[in-house]
């Protein structure tokens, strides 16, 4: 009854009060801000006459060898990223968000076809050379992201480009992840867990504690159908078994401890939407990402830990997307795909902002690109970069969880014009990534449906109802 009264009293004292008194301000659901990034994909071999000078410098000086080459534009579609590039986006990165609480980076810092590159442009292409050449290209990198965000932790996953034996080829225990050692310690620093050495060391996994929530960086690579130890010998064990091991031990002590888990990786699970399209058949052959025992198991542990994972940071396929785990029956979690700084496979390059609240949710992301690429390049403008969207606004959505992404896949699968919106959006707003499927009507439709497919479908069965019989 008391409490009646006060709160009568309370509601009295507001509508007499009006206007002209200060209330009390609303809470900031934000608890921090993050800057995520994903495949630099970096070509110190861009202008090929330079390589004898880099692989002869230290890593500090190569800013200046880089500088000297009479190529200053910003690369094109269908390469990986130069130094302007480079240099423009991690310059533009702290303009977006000046203090970070952290930063995200989900693999493949190497350029595609990089021992090939190294091979034809370098005098000593020797593997004791190749060896020096990767080490010192990483370690230019991690010092492009020290003095753009200086202070700040910065956590990275490998991508499968991002190892000396070759793609898809990282030698467990192998002398890749020795040489990175130092290099991931320093932009990881004190937020690294117990057993951080041995963790990457081993296969290049490990948990950091940023901010508010537990990260756990998880090397998917040895998950991928493409995987093999090319470079090591079967007293490796299996990379894949042994990483599933390490996160159901990491996820079980995280929930002990009452923490929120970020899983940072950088392929994700689900269907190749565009391996698909180009060599898979309906009904018979859906291309997955992952070998299915590991992603059932993965998926188990997911399922498991649904209420310690709050999200996914996930890269690898370059564009703006997300995945959905589960089914239409009971999905427990999502990723969220960070869109490249490269732009090799035709979209713009761009990075993204995410804020977090307290419990480790998010709350909202923005994503930022380079509006002018073409331009930049063709004729030597400014580069221009700026925010493309922010995803509640974008959407009308209330903030970036599972039930919202649900909700967008379904608006974009049923709604025409969410679905355009999105079909825009997936590529970073380029024009160019959708002209090899515009031949026809029905090829475009395809392939928008192969990548939309994706999202909502991580098992092959749902994935070929959906692309093959039009089911969602």
Not at 4 to 20: I, N, T
Not at 57 to 69: F, I, N, Q, T, Y
Not at 257 to 273: F, K, S, T
Request: with cysteine; hydrophobic share 40%; net charge negative.
């Amino acid at each position: 009854m008391a409490a009646l009264r006060y709160g009568a009293v309370a509601a009295l004292l507001f509508c007499l009060c009006g206007a002209g008194c200060q209330q009390p301000a609303p809470i900031d659901p934000v608890a921090g801000r993050v800057l995520v990034m994903s495949d630099l994909h970096f070509d110190p071999m861009a202008d090929p006459r330079l390589v004898d000078r880099l692989a002869a410098a230290e890593p500090e000086r190569w800013s200046g060898v880089l500088d000297s080459s009479g190529d200053r534009g910003l690369g094109r579609y269908g390469r990986d990223t130069n130094w302007p590039l480079l240099r423009s986006a991690v310059t533009q990165m702290p303009e977006a968000l000046p203090h970070p609480a952290f930063v995200l980076i989900s693999g493949d810092f190497l350029a595609h076809d990089f021992r090939k590159e190294f091979n034809t442009a370098a005098t000593d292409h020797s593997d004791a050379a190749y060896r020096v050449f990767v080490r010192k290209t990483m370690d230019f990198l991690a010092q492009q992201l020290e003095q753009n965000f200086p202070a700040t932790t910065i956590l990275p996953a490998l991508g499968n480009n991002d190892e000396e034996c070759g793609d898809y080829e990282l030698q467990p225990g192998g002398p890749f992840l020795a040489d990175t050692l130092p290099i991931v310690r320093r932009l990881v620093g004190s937020a690294g867990g117990p057993g951080f050495e041995r963790d990457w060391q081993g296969y290049g996994n490990y948990s950091a504690k940023a901010g508010d929530v537990r990260v756990l960086s998880t090397n998917t690579n040895f998950l991928s159908t493409h995987y093999r130890n090319t470079c090591g010998s079967p007293a490796d064990g299996g990379p894949g078994r042994a990483t599933l091991a390490w996160l159901e031990a990491e996820l079980a002590a995280a929930k002990a401890a009452g923490e929120r888990v970020w899983l940072l990786y950088h392929i994700p699970p689900g269907i190749d939407g565009y391996a698909t399209l180009q060599k898979g058949s309906c009904p018979s052959t859906m291309i997955p990402m992952w070998d299915q025992g590991y992603a059932e198991a993965f998926s188990a542990l997911w399922r498991r830990y649904s209420d310690t994972v709050t999200v996914s940071f996930a890269g690898h396929t370059h564009m703006d997307d997300f995945r959905l785990a589960g089914d239409t029956r009971a999905r427990y979690g999502f990723a969220l795909i960070t869109p490249a700084v490269s732009p090799i496979f035709g979209q713009n390059p761009a990075f993204r902002t995410v804020n977090y609240d307290a419990a480790g949710g998010i709350v909202d992301q923005a994503t930022y690109f380079l509006t002018n690429f073409v331009p930049a390049t063709a004729e030597g403008a400014a580069a221009e970069w700026r925010a493309e969207y922010t995803f509640t606004k974008e959407w009308n959505l209330p903030r970036v969880d599972l039930p919202s992404l649900e909700r967008l896949y379904t608006l974009i699968a049923e709604v025409p014009a969410e679905s355009e919106r999105w079909h825009r959006i997936f590529p970073v707003s380029s024009r160019v990534y959708w002209t090899p499927f515009s031949t026809g009507k029905d090829k475009l439709a395809q392939a928008v449906r192969a990548f939309r497919c994706a999202a909502g479908n991580v098992s092959p069965s749902d994935y070929e109802r959906c692309f093959c019989s039009g089911q969602d």
